[in-house]
């Protein structure tokens, strides 16, 4: 069975940190370029940050760059987001995704639809209050 699923959210104060993972089944990541993005309450989703298999390539959302840290470990098939100095605003359902190997990471992240994305996690929730 393909799927993606995401773990590792939940409560923290906002400057802590979590680490969210995106474990794979049913089709290897690394072979995909892979992002997370997030749907905060009222709002539209948003690419987050992605990763491009093939040259390792990244790409950070503003809002995110120099907190947020986006690897992969392909031993183990699953990708990570490392959150760091956590804000309120980083309060958000975090999806991870698969986009096809042509995909940028940038594009992947900022018009996901060009490319099209072959798979959706069901997500993890993160809450930054204190």
């Known amino acids: 069975q393909v799927q993606l699923v995401e773990s590792g959210g939940g409560l923290v104060q906002p400057g802590g940190s979590l680490r969210l993972s995106c474990a794979a089944s049913g089709f290897t990541l690394d072979y995909y370029t892979i992002g997370w993005f997030r749907q905060a309450p009222g709002k539209e989703r948003e690419g987050v940050s992605c990763?491009?298999?093939?040259?390792?390539?990244?790409y950070y959302a503003d809002s995110v760059k120099g907190r947020f840290t986006i690897s992969r470990d392909n031993a183990k098939n699953t990708v990570y987001l490392q959150m760091n100095s956590l804000k309120p605003e980083d309060t958000a359902v975090y999806y991870c995704?698969?986009?096809?190997?042509?995909?940028?990471?940038?594009?992947?992240?900022?018009?996901?639809?060009?490319?099209?994305?072959?798979?959706w996690g069901k997500g993890t929730r993160v809450t930054v209050s204190s």
């Open positions: 990763i491009k298999s093939s040259d390792g390539s990244t």
């Open positions: 995704a698969a986009a096809p190997p042509t995909a940028t990471s940038q594009a992947m992240c900022v018009i996901p639809n060009y490319y099209g994305i072959n798979y």
